[in-house]
């Protein structure tokens, strides 16, 4: 288990909510063929006024520019991508786009940027930015990580290797320009073996790395540390988390607007293989390199009796920690999912609604299962106001859990969950909207059906304050769909 998560999309959250959230209108871009078995695709952003999505497959790698009616305008070939590179991010701007990507060359793995402008024309690179052993970043499986502000004018790739209690990461900071600012290579040690999460950055180039001691058969942390260096810096400046002998696990953490502080949220077990008991409510001070205002907030009876287990104790076992949203009062709003995976030797062929699209012979089946989303939310004072469900059940095998899930959107009014509701044979998009009350209502986006295709919400992006796009498949081809609300 992977105590800290942090999101590819960065929800920059005001949680002063003013009215709920309705969907206007849903406009589809055309199909293109595509092998969703080998292909890979991704919601890049807008620039200029255009969308940009990516496809990849054995043909290549593309950018297609759809105009605000999803008709496609462009299709750039990004012939600078070779057919082994992985990795890749998008970060786009309001006329340019940096693309990052990764190649295994022998035993090592290099990273590389480029820069295109709004057009999707080259205007830098692509320039090698670092390069590691393999065997440095875990593998070949091993990936170099990326953190970005939240004015995308610090940029910064890591690679973490870890031995026993020594970490050692290698950081480099870039500008939003492709300048290389500086690489250093920190190492930090523990007194137990050592794990990491996701760094994230600040506008004045600060990043910190989550690190903590995973412990017990659950793997949950019995030590935590923010480990912090500026790109001026060779040194990390390692921070522990006052636990005061409690265990952690799924905790995530978000920086706020202004970059000064780090929120902190997460579930405990006062023992190091026992139920989780409540979250933890925390910000570090990045000026003074401080943890505030630590507290922990216990499960009511309520809440417990409010999952429908037949065990209270263990309600809360299987959730997971998605998303933190920072409030304007300084509290925030942690939402979690119950989740969990499980293998068994029987196997019925073509169970579920998604299973044309991973028809297996195995006689051993992953299965996958999302179940509902909690919201809790906690005022400045880490004073618990209130916390609600959303109500969902979702199933299915050997897919990844690509159709589940969900994806949340932010629009300043409300936040939005938007997730399938399917069964054995039929399925519908559904938009749960919660209010700062935690008052939720549900909406159906699409009906059963059988012309629709099948949306992949969390693999969706918020491209702009009112607008969120979506991959769907629909057998052997791809196409995105944009709701406006």
């Known amino acids: 288990m992977n105590p800290y998560r942090i999101p590819a999309l960065v929800i920059l959250a005001v949680i002063f909510f003013l009215s709920p959230v309705h969907a206007q209108q849903i406009t589809y871009s055309p199909y293109e063929k595509f092998d969703f078995r080998t292909g890979e695709f991704t919601v890049a952003g807008k620039v200029g006024g255009l969308l940009y999505v990516y496809r990849g497959s054995a043909e290549g790698y593309y950018l297609d520019a759809y105009n605000d009616a999803m008709q496609k305008q462009a299709t750039v070939i990004l012939d600078f991508l070779p057919r082994r590179s992985f990795g890749t991010r998008f970060i786009t701007y309001s006329d340019k786009i940096i693309v990052l990507h990764q190649v295994t060359e022998s035993s090592r793995v290099v990273q590389y940027a480029t820069l295109l402008d709004g057009k999707g024309r080259i205007q830098k690179g692509p320039l090698q930015v670092d390069e590691a052993k393999s065997a440095f970043l875990g593998g070949r499986s091993g990936l170099y990580n990326y953190a970005v502000s939240h004015d995308k004018r610090q940029i910064v790739v890591y690679g973490v290797h870890t031995k026993g209690a020594e970490l050692t990461a290698r950081i480099t900071w870039l500008d939003d320009q492709l300048n290389v600012k500086n690489t250093v290579e920190a190492p930090f040690s523990a007194d137990n073996d050592i794990a990491f999460g996701e760094a994230v950055v600040n506008d004045a180039g600060q990043l910190l790395l989550p690190a903590y001691t995973p412990y017990g058969a659950r793997d949950y942390a019995d030590r935590v540390w923010l480990l912090g260096i500026g790109e001026d810096n060779k040194q990390f400046y390692p921070v522990e988390l006052p636990l005061n002998n409690i265990f952690t696990a799924g905790t995530y953490m978000e920086m706020s607007l202004t970059g000064d502080r780090v929120y902190i949220g997460g579930f405990y077990s006062d023992r190091k293989n026992g139920n989780f008991e409540g979250i933890i409510y925390t910000y570090y001070d990045v000026a003074e390199k401080a943890f505030k205002g630590f507290k922990t907030i216990v499960f009511s009876e309520r809440i417990r009796n409010a999952t429908g287990e037949r065990n209270p104790k263990r309600a809360f076992n299987d959730f997971q920690v998605r998303q933190l949203i920072v409030r304007n009062d300084g509290g925030f709003v942690m939402i979690a999912e119950d989740f969990f995976i499980t293998t068994r030797n029987n196997y019925n062929q073509g169970f579920g609604y998604y299973s044309w699209y991973?028809?297996?012979?195995?006689?051993?089946?992953?299965?996958?299962?999302?179940?509902?989303?909690?919201?809790?939310?906690?005022?400045?004072?880490?004073?618990?106001?209130?916390?609600?469900?959303?109500?969902?059940?979702?199933?299915?095998?050997?897919?990844?859990?690509?159709?589940?899930?969900?994806?949340?959107?932010?629009?300043?009014?409300?936040?939005?969950?938007?997730?399938?509701?399917?069964?054995?044979?039929?399925?519908?998009?559904?938009?749960?909207?919660?209010?700062?009350?935690?008052?939720?209502?549900?909406?159906?986006?699409?009906?059963?059906?059988?012309?629709?295709?099948?949306?992949?919400?969390?693999?969706?992006?918020?491209?702009?304050?009112?607008?969120?796009?979506?991959?769907?498949?629909?057998?052997?081809?791809?196409?995105?769909?944009?709701?406006?609300?």
């Open 358 to 485: 991973y028809p297996t012979m195995s006689a051993s089946i992953r299965e996958y299962n999302y179940g509902d989303i909690l919201a809790i939310s906690c005022n400045g004072e880490g004073q618990p106001e209130w916390a609600e469900f959303i109500r969902k059940l979702q199933y299915s095998q050997e897919d990844g859990g690509l159709f589940s899930s969900y994806a949340l959107i932010n629009t300043g009014g409300a936040l939005g969950f938007l997730f399938n509701d399917f069964n054995t044979s039929r399925s519908k998009i559904q938009l749960a909207s919660m209010d700062a009350n935690g008052k939720i209502s549900v909406n159906s986006l699409t009906g059963y059906n059988n012309e629709d295709p099948d949306w992949l919400p969390k693999s969706g992006k918020q491209v702009s304050a009112k607008e969120f796009v979506v991959p769907c498949l629909k057998r052997n081809q791809i196409c995105f769909a944009k709701v406006v609300f």
